[in-house]
Nanobody, 119 residues
Framework: QVQLVESGGGLVQAGGSLRLSCVASGSIFNINTMGWYRQAPGKQRELVAGITSGGITNYAGSVKGRFTVSRDNAKNTVYLQMNSLKPEDTAVYYC?????????????WGQGTQVTVSS
């Protein structure tokens, strides 16, 4: 089991910035991918950004150039720096952990943190 605890959400005006953090604990494998998804009311959950334990990143097109995902492997923590926020970024943001080994594939989710961007 892996536990994920997010922090850093809140209310911000359009054009502002927020930084989300997610700390992982439990049975963490060295090779994994951590990242962020979001879900707005009435919409499906979507990938925002991900980063492998080797530092390879990927982003949704809608956030490229505005959001930056990073991680500190020593602290089992992943971050999402969000700049130039827009009202359409309003959603619940979920931390995600994925890994696979000889025992199978594992996916865990955090409980989510609300990000609200006012216009």
């Amino acid at each position: 089991q892996v536990q994920l605890v997010e922090s850093g959400g809140g209310l911000v005006q359009a054009g502002g910035s927020l930084r989300l953090s997610c700390v992982a604990s439990g049975s963490i494998f060295n090779i994994n991918t951590m990242g962020w998804y979001r879900q707005a009311p009435g919409k499906q959950r979507e990938l925002v950004a991900g980063i492998t334990s080797g530092g390879i990143t990927n982003y949704a097109g809608s956030v490229k150039g505005r959001f930056t995902v990073s991680r500190d492997n020593a602290k089992n923590t992943v971050y999402l720096q969000m700049n130039s926020l827009k009202p359409e970024d309003t959603a619940v943001y979920y931390c995600n952990y994925k890994s696979s080994n000889i025992y199978g594939a594992f996916v865990f989710w955090g409980q989510g943190t609300q990000v609200t961007v006012s216009s």
